[in-house]
């Protein structure tokens, strides 16, 4: 018998002879030469098809972490950001034909369609503390390459940068993430806190709060700037939930008190009231019956939420929670110590949630073990990573030391390693967020021209 024209089998096809498992180079090539072809003829019918037939985040193995972690995959890349325009371009191509073969309504249609189906980005930002600086320079990267998501999410620290970012419209953001700017706004806190003390107080993060974030709703930052502002708050008392006050769900609550809530961590800051706008423009209580704490205690990463309510489902976490920054590990590395803390972590964590109900019942009546008890089980177990995960250069930071007060110059050279770190991931980013964000453009385009001439036609027939 000879073997000599025998071939073994492909077993590993799927790996696109690219070097990279996890990515299927054959089919992006194939939808890319088809996208094209599609254009280049021009039929609306046929383009619609096409995306009717759906376009996914993780086409292939796209996303895949691999892909953007070493060098050698240029080739990869290139395809990847060859394909994601080539779509951009057809969605723009659609957007643009006449309305003699597609009116703006069926566009709206289609677009709030594919929003739907392809799903959108959110950007969450941890309890921080004195880091808080970290998340300003990660949203700068973003917006200064034009990739800042229009879901962001905040608790504690992280609710005050989510609120500066969500409350000012691109022009004014572009203005205030200068390095100038910020060092003048650090500057002017920095003078307004209490002396002779290294540590924050409620009546410091109130004065930052009032610094940085105007006196508006949720709903009035929406309109504002098209970005949803979602900020995390826990109860003060033992048998309420937690809640991600946003637009859609707590138009009318107030931000800086929100922030406040979100900000006040047990044992140091008191609890707060939420207010919210009234029917005549007054500051009204907010479920006065209820007070609210630091958001991370419960939320540092709502993810579930945001999934649920904005249909977010890819996720970048900006992770630099004091409290556990030490411990966490990206979920896409690899290797012998990653897999044993990985799974110390997760026995950790089911045995904490398996032993917590019957701790729990022993000192429920036991005030306030029973609300440090709750405290402790849900820091213990919640996920604090994501889809993307930016973390700072310095991972091991003093628990104790995250409400210190740190000088402007400190703050700036914060800023400036979130803007590294997240510069890192840029590559995969733009590649899993860009279509989301055109499809989120266009809707947004096209809802403000069918307000606007439904304006016109209001104004014509009054006329």
Known sequence: MKFDNLQAPDFFGWIGHRGVRSFDHDIIKSRLDELKALRKRGNANELLYYFSEGIHGNMAGMGAPEIYESNDNH??????????????????????????IMSDTAKLSFFQRSSQAYGRCALMLSGAGAMAPFHLGVCKSLAFQGLLPKVISGSSGGAIIAAIICSRNDAELSTLLQSAKLSEMFNLVHAAYEQDTNLLSGEDVSKIISAWIPDITFAEAFERTGRHLCISVAPAELHQQSRT??????????????IQASCAVPGFMEPVKLMARGIEGDRVPYVSSRSWIDGSVTDDLPASRLRRIFGCNFFIASQTNPMILWSVQDPNSRGPVSDWLDFWQSASKEWVKAFYPAAQQMVQNVYPVNLMMRMYSTILTQDYTADVNILP???????????????????????????????????????????????DSLVAELTDNSEANTSERVLGGGG
């Open 75 to 100: 080739e990869a890349y290139d395809l990847i950001k060859s394909y994601v325009d080539e779509i951009s371009l057809g969605l723009t191509q659609i957007a643009g034909l006449p309305a003699s």
């Open 245 to 258: 006050l946003n637009s859609v769900t707590t138009p009318n609550v107030l931000l800086r008190e929100s």
């Open 393 to 439: 250069t310095q991972k091991f930071v003093n628990p104790n030391a995250m409400l210190e007060i740190i000088a402007p110059q400190a703050a700036l050279e914060l800023v400036k390693d979130g803007e590294a770190n997240c510069w890192r991931q840029i590559r995969r980013i733009r590649n899993c967020i860009q279509i989301g964000l055109k499809i």
